[in-house]
């Protein structure tokens, strides 16, 4: 993800209004290794900023997937994630606790493409979700 100043500015261009409770999402997400779904980062703005809904925070995500400035993570089966780190890395999750950690390891070598992967698509990338149980919870 862009600065809070560049991704303003970035969404003003794209016709987005600038609105405090939207800028309280880019502030929560800046720097965010927790990977929050969109209910945590309701639960935060709605502290300071009681009238604002749901669909507000949900529909801010989507656009800034959409732009490309966060990801989501598909690694909870009870719901999406975000993550403002859109370089290519892998996850761990405890299934305890749904604690999300990065997991910055290059697997590339390890990862064998079967042969109708190689054949009918160009590879772009991967991914990489492991499932464990974290050692708070052990
Ligand atoms: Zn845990
Ligand atoms: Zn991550």
């Not at 703005?45 to 925070?57: G, L, N, Q």
């Not at 992967?117 to 708070?136: A, H, M, N, P």
Request: hydrophobic residues 35%.
């Amino acid at each position: 993800m862009e600065t809070v100043e560049k991704l303003t500015e970035t969404l003003r261009s794209h016709g987005m209004k600038i609105t405090p409770q939207r800028l309280m999402i880019f502030k929560i997400l800046e720097d965010n290794i927790s990977h929050p779904s969109a209910e945590d980062i309701y639960k935060k703005v709605k502290k300071t900023y009681p009238t604002v809904s749901f669909t507000t925070i949900y529909k801010t995500l989507e656009t800034l997937k959409e732009l490309g400035e966060v990801s989501e993570l598909i690694i909870d089966e009870d719901r999406k994630h975000y993550d403002p780190n859109t370089t290519v890395h892998h996850h761990v999750i405890c299934s305890a606790c749904k604690k999300i950690v990065d997991v910055f390891e290059d697997f590339s070598s390890l990862v064998k493409l079967p042969d109708f992967l190689k054949k009918d698509y160009t590879v772009l990338g991967f991914q990489i979700s492991f499932y464990g149980i974290c050692r708070e919870c052990n």
